[in-house]
């Protein structure tokens, strides 16, 4: 390390052990995983800097209004004037302890130790009953045991959660067993469960109000408020009444938060009905029907299921094609023997479109076709201007070897006719060395020639 470097750090070591009664940063900060985090710090100094504890070289390093170091180099960390050490990005590994050093303006020593909490709120940020995210009105016997349950799911730091019975209702009438599961997601966030078992002794009361609460630091502080209605205890064989707010989904649509709305453009189809966590399935049963009087429209439901406290049903229609929109309305009805009463229902809209759908439907289908047919006749084209240009190519090629055989048409004739002499405009080659004979031979041939015409004349 360079010698300013090993300056700094000697110098952070040294405020380590300088007692920190002057610190003005808090003790323990909770900062949220995957925003930007901030320590809280109130020091004015001309120096300042931040390590993690046990470490000597410094992270960050303030000094006349400029940053430095390795954390504020790689932006990883950045540093405000009065001292407060600020995190980009707060993930899991931030979760340490960091120390603060300086000198103040008078130069005092500065020093502070900081532990960091990193947490992450779950979803929904409430502990959930029985798994229904809403408020609850739950109907049970005086006498009878029931379970409920309540969850948080996906959160940081591990957290606890417990009943908490208001109204001031006496604890000694009412019996509770708990057993608590956390499951560890191997990502720094966990799903804790609480399962209880609730009996409730003889009482005047007619209701009371629970709530299951979070334990945990502040920034997960929240709870969950379920109102219990009691019957009183009979003699009679009558089933035990289930919580009224099993409200069943339709096609994963929870009614009571969302608009169940389906827009679809097909004339039939099929809807699915459940009803999870219901405590005695012998008892209920789910009955589909429509909404309004349709001419046009066909529905059959099929046989409920039942399987491990969940009862299901489908329903199929039909609905005759008309000419724009229609709209189709259902309801499942959860019921329940014994009471003659429903217990939850859950509604669901249908939109059957189309005209504009349909045409745009209609539209998009012919331009995809369209398109496939200039590709078709593109390639094809194509094709065949590859095709023409070979032959081309060959014809050409035909050509040039024709051309070159006819350009010297007499040597043909000789090779035809056998003869093996050159042809006449061909002179031999003279020999240089019988350069005087050849002389002589032509002087001769010349004497011969005249004789010759004289001959001719006299004739």
């Given at each position: 390390?360079?010698?300013?470097?090993?300056?700094?750090?000697?110098?952070?070591?040294?405020?380590?052990?300088?007692?920190?009664?002057?610190?003005?940063?808090?003790?323990?900060?909770?900062?949220?995983?995957?925003?930007?985090?901030?320590?809280?710090?109130?020091?004015?100094?001309?120096?300042?800097?931040?390590?993690?504890t046990g470490?000597?070289?410094?992270?960050?390093?303030?000094?006349?209004?400029?940053?430095?170091?390795?954390?504020y180099?790689?932006?990883?960390?950045?540093?405000?004037?009065?001292?407060?050490?600020?995190?980009?990005?707060?993930?899991?590994?931030?979760?340490?302890?960091?120390?603060?050093?300086?000198?103040?303006?008078?130069?005092?020593?500065?020093?502070?130790?900081?532990?960091?909490?990193?947490?992450?709120?779950?979803?929904?940020?409430?502990?959930?009953?029985?798994?229904?995210?809403?408020?609850?009105?739950?109907?049970?016997?005086?006498?009878?045991?029931?379970?409920?349950?309540?969850?948080m799911?996906?959160v940081?730091?591990?957290?606890?959660?417990?009943?908490?019975?208001?109204?001031?209702?006496?604890?000694?009438?009412l019996?509770?067993?708990?057993?608590?599961?956390?499951?560890?997601?191997?990502?720094?966030?966990?799903?804790i469960?609480?399962?209880?078992?609730?009996?409730?002794?003889?009482?005047?009361?007619?209701?009371?109000?629970?709530?299951?609460?979070?334990?945990?630091?502040?920034?997960?502080?929240?709870?969950?408020?379920?109102?219990?209605?009691?019957?009183?205890?009979?003699?009679?064989?009558?089933?035990?009444?289930?919580?009224?707010?099993l409200?069943?989904?339709?096609?994963?649509?929870?009614?009571?938060?969302?608009?169940?709305?389906?827009?679809?453009?097909?004339?039939?189809?099929?809807?699915?009905?459940?009803?999870?966590?219901?405590?005695?399935?012998?008892?209920?049963?789910?009955?589909?029907?429509?909404?309004?009087?349709?001419?046009?429209?066909?529905?059959?439901?099929?046989?409920?299921?039942?399987?491990?406290?969940?009862?299901?049903?489908?329903?199929?229609?039909?609905?005759?094609?008309?000419?724009?929109?229609?709209?189709?309305?259902?309801q499942?009805?959860?019921?329940?023997?014994?009471?003659?009463?429903?217990?939850?229902?859950?509604?669901v809209?249908?939109?059957?479109?189309?005209?504009?759908?349909?045409?745009?439907?209609?539209?998009?289908?012919?331009?995809?076709?369209?398109?496939?047919?200039?590709?078709?006749?593109?390639?094809?084209?194509?094709?065949?201007?590859?095709?023409?240009?070979?032959?081309?190519?060959?014809?050409?090629?035909?050509?040039?070897?024709?051309a070159?055989?006819?350009?010297?048409?007499?040597?043909?004739?000789?090779?035809?006719?056998?003869?093996?002499?050159?042809?006449?405009?061909?002179?031999?080659?003279?020999?240089?060395?019988?350069?005087?004979?050849?002389?002589?031979?032509?002087?001769?041939?010349?004497?011969?020639?005249?004789?010759?015409?004289?001959?001719?004349?006299?004739?």
């Amino acid at each position: 390390m360079d010698i300013g470097g090993f300056s700094i750090s000697i110098f952070v070591l040294r405020l380590l052990l300088i007692d920190s009664s002057n610190a003005s940063c808090p003790e323990t900060v909770y900062l949220e995983r995957g925003v930007v985090g901030i320590i809280d710090c109130s020091y004015q100094g001309k120096l300042l800097h931040w390590s993690i504890t046990g470490d000597t070289d410094a992270i960050i390093v303030f000094e006349n209004n400029v940053g430095s170091g390795p954390g504020y180099n790689s932006g990883e960390y950045d540093l405000l004037s009065n001292g407060s050490l600020i995190i980009r990005n707060v993930s899991q590994q931030h979760e340490r302890q960091y120390s603060l050093g300086g000198l103040s303006n008078a130069d005092e020593p500065l020093s502070s130790v900081v532990t960091v909490r990193v947490f992450e709120r779950p979803i929904p940020e409430y502990p959930v009953i029985n798994g229904r995210v809403n408020h609850q009105n739950i109907l049970l016997k005086v006498g009878k045991l029931w379970v409920m349950k309540c969850a948080m799911e996906n959160v940081r730091p591990a957290i606890s959660l417990e009943w908490v019975i208001v109204d001031g209702f006496p604890p000694n009438n009412l019996v509770i067993n708990n057993n608590t599961t956390t499951r560890d997601h191997c990502d720094g966030t966990f799903s804790i469960h609480l399962r209880s078992h609730f009996k409730m002794k003889d009482t005047s009361l007619q209701s009371l109000t629970i709530l299951c609460v979070v334990i945990g630091p502040d920034v997960l502080s929240s709870n969950t408020s379920a109102d219990i209605l009691f019957l009183p205890a009979s003699d009679d064989q009558s089933p035990d009444p289930v919580p009224i707010d099993l409200v069943p989904v339709i096609d994963g649509c929870y009614s009571k938060q969302l608009n169940c709305k389906q827009v679809t453009t097909s004339p039939t189809g099929m809807l699915s009905c459940t009803v999870m966590d219901v405590p005695t399935t012998d008892d209920v049963w789910i009955q589909w029907t429509p909404l309004g009087e349709y001419d046009n429209l066909e529905w059959d439901q099929t046989k409920p299921s039942y399987a491990s406290g969940t009862v299901s049903r489908s329903l199929d229609y039909s609905i005759d094609e008309p000419p724009g929109t229609s709209l189709l309305e259902f309801q499942c009805r959860l019921l329940q023997r014994g009471f003659e009463n429903v217990i939850g229902s859950a509604d669901v809209t249908i939109e059957v479109q189309y005209g504009e759908v349909q045409e745009k439907h209609h539209r998009q289908t012919t331009a995809s076709l369209v398109f496939l047919i200039i590709f078709i006749l593109a390639f094809h084209v194509y094709l065949g201007i590859v095709i023409i240009r070979k032959l081309w190519i060959r014809e050409m090629e035909k050509m040039r070897a024709s051309a070159k055989g006819t350009e010297n048409p007499e040597s043909h004739e000789i090779v035809e006719m056998g003869m093996d002499r050159p042809p006449a405009a061909v002179e031999a080659p003279i020999d240089r060395h019988h350069s005087g004979t050849s002389a002589n031979r032509a002087e001769a041939l010349g004497s011969e020639s005249k004789a010759e015409d004289e001959t001719e004349t006299r004739g």
